[in-house]
């Protein structure tokens, strides 16, 4: 069967963009906004999500270039596979799917978490305590149910997902557009000072987290084979949705900064909701905004099952996992077994309690920047050694972007080393990325023994 039939060419403009934007919107802007501006300062946190932006857009334009020239399921593992050859592709692209799975286990611990501030008492059945968490029956119950309930929608196909993604998009724009407007409206601009706290390592505190809370437009070239437009359609939506999430992310880090001073946010439990209900005068504002935090819980959940199942299944597909993970159902298309081994994961991910938050978003946010520079390095590769492959979207005439992109996804990645003041934590973070390097390296090596050293090309 050729690759063109194994899918459902049935998503468009709006899914796309709903798809990319939900992806990029979770719950994080809730919860993290009062760290961005206890760390950095208000001007600090818009300077580091401005420097952060450019440095995703620059990235996106690759992305946007390379999907457009090839639009197949699989998005890293196709653009590097062509430019680097079967290892260089399962490195970037099994980087990748670190990133998107840590996002699939972070929303399946961040539902309970955000649950748990509407309705304080659903924590019942002490369990145990955990990485400086107390671990309650129910509460892990909600994010597995959760996660086993994703899971089944994701197998259900891609236009089922579209659907739920459109129609929670829109609780999300209700509730930052209502919070936004309070905000400039009785927010006061003495609430934002200090204006930088930190100095340099306060803006790297934000900046360390932009890979995580950016990642998503990705998620565009992974499901390209599903999306029913024209290529240079799908480059230009993939960096208009990187726009609009730079925009709303600068947008709630100076609104958090108008509404609590310094002590109100040293108060503040989840600092977006406690500065919605300041200024829009009512506990309806921080409802309200902890609802659009639940809404980009299941788009960012939504999106990234299926961009981490079709990462799966490309590198199953090309013989580089195990044949298995390349299963597509026989009714809804749609890549089941790597679907459910994301799930699986995401299942058990209540269970480490709400300290997982954070691990996952900084070792997680690792993953996803070593694919950004190997994506970069492909783009660059491919204008050398293929100048003449049809770029429906071309970002720039030279490879200039190419370069702005891999120096600037190095740098991101030397925010987590030890030596930076954003450093993934010891031991913790840095076993989980230990822990699925050595896995990925086990299904490798499983793969090579079974079906030799001939890797099948990328569609």
Known sequence: MDSED?????????????????AMIGWG???LAGTWITNAGSYGALVGFAVGGVAVVLIGLTYAELASAMPKTGGEHVYSHRAMGGLGSFVCTWAIIFGYVSVVAFEAVALPTVVAELIPAYKQVYLYSFGGSEVYLT???????AAALMTWVNIRGIRTCALVQKVVILV????????FAGAFTNGSSANAEPLFVGGVGGIFSVLVMVPFLFVGFDVIPQAAE???????????????????????????????????????LDAANI??????????GSQWGGTLVILAGIGGIITSWNAFLIGGSRAIYALADARMLPAFLAKLHPEYRTPVNAILLIGTISVFAPLLGRGALVWFVDAGGLGIVVAYAMVAVSFILLRKNEPDMPRPYRAGKGPWV????????????????????????WPVEWAIALAWTVLGAGFYIYARLVYGEEVMPAH
Do not use: H
Request: hydrophobic fraction near 65%; proline fraction near 4%; avoid cysteine.
């Open 139 to 145: 509460w892990a119950m909600l994010g597995s149910g």
């Open 172 to 179: 999300i724009l209700l509730g930052g557009i209502a919070f």
């Open 271 to 280: 600092a977006a909701a406690d500065a919605a209900t300041a200024v829009l």
């Open 226 to 264: 599903e999306i029913n437009l024209p290529p240079k359609r799908i480059g230009s939506l993939l960096i208009v949705s990187v726009l609009l999430a730079v925009v709303f992310y600068m947008l709630v880090a100076i609104s958090t900064g108008r509404a609590l001073d310094a002590a109100q």
């Open 402 to 425: 190419g370069y702005a992109a891999l120096v600037l996804s190095v740098g991101l990645a030397l925010l987590y080393l030890p030596w930076s003041p954003a450093a993934l934590i």
């Open 6 to 22: 194994k899918f459902k060419k049935v998503i468009g403009d709006w899914d796309v963009l709903a798809l990319a934007f939900g």
């Open 29 to 31: 802007w809730v919860v």
